[in-house]
């Protein structure tokens, strides 16, 4: 079982910044793949952007240069640095692990971003 607990949301203007924290239960070691997804409202969940356990990214096209995904690994925590942002950005922002072929989720933290 790995609990997932995101914090560091809230409201921003465009071309603002914030930094989203993702602390695991567990040592992140043991996890594959550490995710951010996304979810506007209307819309579908989206990806964001993934760091592997061997420390591989990728980040979604709408955010590549914008926003970095790195961890922390004695505080089992992942960040999400948030730059430039843009109204579209607005979302309630999830955090995912994927471990031993299981998947889990956080609650979620809201980012809005005002023109």
């Known amino acids: 079982q790995v609990q997932l607990v995101e914090s560091g949301g809230g409201l921003v203007q465009a071309g603002g910044s914030l930094r989203l924290s993702c602390a695991a239960s567990?040592?992140?070691?043991?996890?594959?793949?550490m995710v951010w997804y996304r979810q506007a409202p209307g819309k579908q969940r989206e990806l964001v952007t993934t760091i592997t356990r061997g420390g591989s990214t990728n980040y979604a096209d709408s955010v590549k240069g914008r926003f970095t995904i790195s961890r922390d690994n004695a505080k089992n925590t992942v960040y999400l640095q948030m730059n430039s942002l843009k109204p579209e950005d607005t979302a309630v922002y999830y955090c995912?692990?994927?471990?031993?072929?299981?998947?889990?989720w956080g609650q979620g933290t809201q980012v809005t971003v005002s023109s």
């Open positions: 995912n692990a994927n471990r031993l072929a299981l998947e889990y």
């Open positions: 567990v040592n992140i070691f043991s996890i594959n793949s």
